[in-house]
């Protein structure tokens, strides 16, 4: 018998090893994240995150001139170079919101699949379906998750709580269409990175356990939208970081969210962080919550999933979401 509960003991300890090291970064990457990221920083064009405030700001004030340049700039042709199956279609609310689908070509299990409900980031002002298609395409052909990317109604046209609204009438259709592309509605989650994680938040508290969430996938979350950002780290990351103070201001201005988010009993989530970025503080806060993954780039910037220039985070982020999308143990 003791013999027993020793193995059980020793397999049980293997076995959280192994799990621990699948979220792994060596000392390597962290360099090689650091030097993309002051790359980045050294390519910037002068002035582009004052450039970018004023632009959303004069958009508050009706005048969309500005602010339809920056949503072109930040739309990226579609990624190449993954074995991906990709389809536009509508659905949600009214029956018209864009959506497209990933799925491998050549999918890992011929079991459902684990299926990754996304929505992209841009301030709540800006984004679409093409801003995240890499990292869309990159988690599918990994060949263990499909993806849903969703499309919802940007800011100042639209405040708050349009898009969670939308969101919400998304989660709904797909969760009902899980099947028809290979999944269930038991393994569906939902993610998002900066404002599209505040979205991927907001929209599991809107659905009230109504539909089913298996999981959050978090990357630097926009979690604050009102009061006034942390003094550290406003002071020391408020300019020159990719995401200026600025900047935020000016989209928690056009979103128009007064109310607090409510970021507890949430199902179990993988937060990721830039280490370097204004709004760490908030994702800190909730990584203190059990069910939480907390993960911290501590070298990155805002931005890595959609910037084309932080590789090597973009790369760990793929890797460590489809680990958890794909484990039976979220810890």
């Known amino acids: 018998m003791g013999i027993r509960i020793f193995i059980t003991f020793v397999a049980a300890l293997m076995s959280f090893g192994c799990f621990a090291s699948s979220y792994r970064i060596s000392a390597e990457e962290q360099?090689?994240?650091r030097d993309e990221a002051e790359d980045w920083i050294d390519d910037m064009p002068d002035g582009l995150?004052?450039?970018l405030s004023d632009a959303v700001n004069h958009a508050i004030q009706g005048m969309n001139s500005e602010i339809d340049y920056f949503r072109n700039y930040k739309d990226k042709s579609p990624a190449t170079?993954?074995?991906v199956d990709v389809k536009d279609f509508q659905g949600g609310l009214n029956g018209n919101m864009p959506m497209r689908v990933y799925k491998a070509q050549k999918p890992a299990s011929d079991k459902a699949m684990p299926l990754l409900v996304y929505f992209h980031g841009g301030g709540w002002s800006m984004g679409s379906l093409d801003t995240s298609d890499k990292f869309c395409r990159a988690l599918a052909d990994e060949g263990n998750v499909i993806v849903v990317s969703v499309a919802y109604p940007l800011a100042p046209e639209y405040p708050a709580p349009a898009a969670v609204t939308y969101c919400k009438a998304a989660m709904e259709y797909i969760s009902s269409k899980a099947k028809d592309w290979g999944s269930d509605a038991s393994l569906v989650s939902m993610g998002g990175d900066g404002a599209g994680g505040n979205i991927a938040v907001a929209t599991?508290?809107?659905l009230k356990k109504k539909v089913r969430v298996k999981s959050l996938v978090l990357y630097y979350p926009l979690l604050q939208t009102n009061g006034e950002l942390?003094?550290?780290l406003k002071r020391k990351y408020g300019r020159g970081y990719a995401f200026d103070s600025r900047v935020w201001e000016a989209f928690v201005d056009a979103?128009?969210?007064?109310s607090e988010l409510n970021i507890t009993d949430l199902p179990p989530?993988?937060?990721?962080s830039a280490g370097r970025d204004i709004v760490i503080d908030k994702e800190k806060e909730l990584a203190r919550n059990k069910n939480v993954k907390?993960?911290?780039?501590t070298m990155a910037l805002h931005g890595f999933i959609t910037d084309g220039h932080q590789t090597t985070a973009f790369e760990k982020a793929v890797e460590f979401t489809d680990v958890f999308l794909t484990s039976s143990d979220f810890r």
Do not use: A, C, H, V
């Not at 979103?255 to 007064?258: A, C, T, V, W």
């Not at 907390?294 to 780039?297: V, W």
């Open 31 to 33: 360099t090689k994240m």
């Open 49 to 51: 995150q004052d450039r």
């Open 81 to 83: 170079g993954y074995k």
């Open 204 to 206: 599991y508290k809107s």
């Open 230 to 232: 942390e003094y550290t």
């Open 255 to 258: 979103y128009q969210d007064n």
């Open 269 to 272: 989530t993988l937060l990721i």
């Open 294 to 297: 907390y993960i911290e780039f």
